[in-house]
């Protein structure tokens, strides 16, 4: 049974910096593509970063590309998703996601694990 538990949301004014954590447990960490997906309210989930198994490959979405990084630590089975530069667009509940197909180099929204998310908040 996989599990993802994010840590790392709250509130933060416009311009500042968060870092969400996502400890995954459950099966080998380090095959697996993992991402970050959000959705606001009223708002359907959108992609926001995917890290591959390999943590070479990366892929943000537009709006977040220069603003946020993805990265993962194998040995601590944790991928990261450090945001810099908020802005109160970036209001959403955030969700950590952890591909059920092995070494990909994203994960498929469709065929994906999740965690419980974590809001951000971003006041202006």
């Known amino acids: 049974q996989v599990q993802l538990v994010e840590s790392g949301g709250g509130l933060v004014q416009a311009g500042g910096s968060l870092r969400l954590s996502c400890a995954a447990s459950?099966?080998?960490?380090?095959?697996?593509?993992m991402g970050w997906f959000r959705q606001a309210p009223g708002r359907e989930r959108e992609f926001v970063a995917t890290?591959?198994?390999?943590?070479?490959?990366?892929h943000y979405a537009d709006s977040v590309k220069g603003r946020f990084t993805i990265s993962r630590d194998n040995a601590k089975n944790t991928v990261y998703l450090q945001m810099n530069s908020l802005k109160p667009e970036d209001t959403a509940v955030y969700y950590c996601?952890?591909?059920?197909?092995?070494?990909?180099?994203?994960?498929?929204?469709?065929?994906?694990?999740w965690g419980q998310g974590t809001q951000v908040t971003v006041s202006s």
């Open positions: 996601a952890a591909d059920s197909v092995g070494r990909r180099n994203g994960v498929s929204e469709g065929s994906a694990y």
């Open positions: 459950g099966r080998t960490f380090r095959n697996y593509a």
């Open positions: 890290i591959s198994w390999s943590g070479i490959s990366t």
